[in-house]
């Protein structure tokens, strides 16, 4: 079946730090999402990216749908205290749309 | 705009009991999904109502299901529990047309402990 592959599956990071993290899939997705979730909440939408090249930003968020469209990444800029919590990939085949295929999420810690 | 209800958000059960978790999407919002997230296994994708109707399914025993009401109100149900039930699960619901279409918003989630 899909599968995500995200890496890394933790980071612990001095604030004010930027972050990197990515995900490679073997199979096409039409849709590539990045999710943060803090503990005891469900995940939450940070960046949808819906065209293969597309760089989307939202603050000091930026994330890329990779051209070959089997691979997304996400870049946190300037790392701040409540950027802690894990991130989590997910991709979506169009005819698909409530099912996604989710990373095993990256846990980053930040020290202020 | 409320968001994503789910009910109970905590619930203890035995082995071989049953238990039916309760969401209440959006407004607006007609599809309804249902994921499973497990320390082992991560988040994976249950099934997907939309109109009353299921419209996708992951790969669970028929142990799990679910359906929708016409205001768009959704329920999964597991029976006969097994102790790798545990876990958390996540509803999430979303558009199907217009701006924002297919964007999942995710409810915190009903924990599940099966002892």
């Known amino acids: 079946g899909q599968q995500l592959n995200q890496s890394p599956q933790s980071m612990f990071i001095q604030e004010g730090e930027d972050v990197s993290m990515n995900c490679t899939s073997s199979s096409i997705f039409n849709t590539w999402l990045w999710y943060k979730q803090d503990p005891g909440e469900g995940p939450v939408l940070l960046i949808a990216?819906?065209?293969?090249?597309e760089l989307t930003s939202n603050g000091r968020l930026t994330a890329q749908f990779g051209i070959t469209r089997k691979d997304s990444f996400l870049n946190i800029s300037a790392s701040i205290p409540s950027d802690v919590g894990i991130y989590f990939c997910a991709g979506r085949v169009d005819n698909q749309g409530g099912k996604l295929i989710f990373g095993q999420g990256t846990e980053l810690s930040v020290k202020p | 705009k409320a968001g994503v209800t789910q009910t109970p958000r905590y619930l203890i059960k035995t082995r071989g009991q049953q238990v039916t978790l309760s969401c209440s999407p959006i407004s607006g919002h007609r599809s309804v999904s249902w994921y499973q997230q497990t320390p082992g296994q991560g988040l994976q994708f249950l099934f997907e109502?939309?109109?009353?109707?299921?419209?996708n399914k992951g790969n669970f025993p028929g142990r799990f299901s679910g359906r929708q009401f016409s205001n768009s109100r959704s329920e999964m149900n597991v029976s006969t529990l097994e102790l790798g039930d545990s876990a958390l699960y996540l509803c999430?619901?979303?558009?199907?047309?217009?701006?924002?279409?297919?964007?999942?918003?995710f409810g915190a989630g009903s924990r599940l402990t099966v002892l």
């Open positions: 999430a619901s979303s558009k199907t047309g217009g701006a924002g279409a297919n964007v999942l918003t």
């Open positions: 109502y939309f109109s009353e109707t299921q419209r």
């Open positions: 990216l819906y065209k293969a090249g």
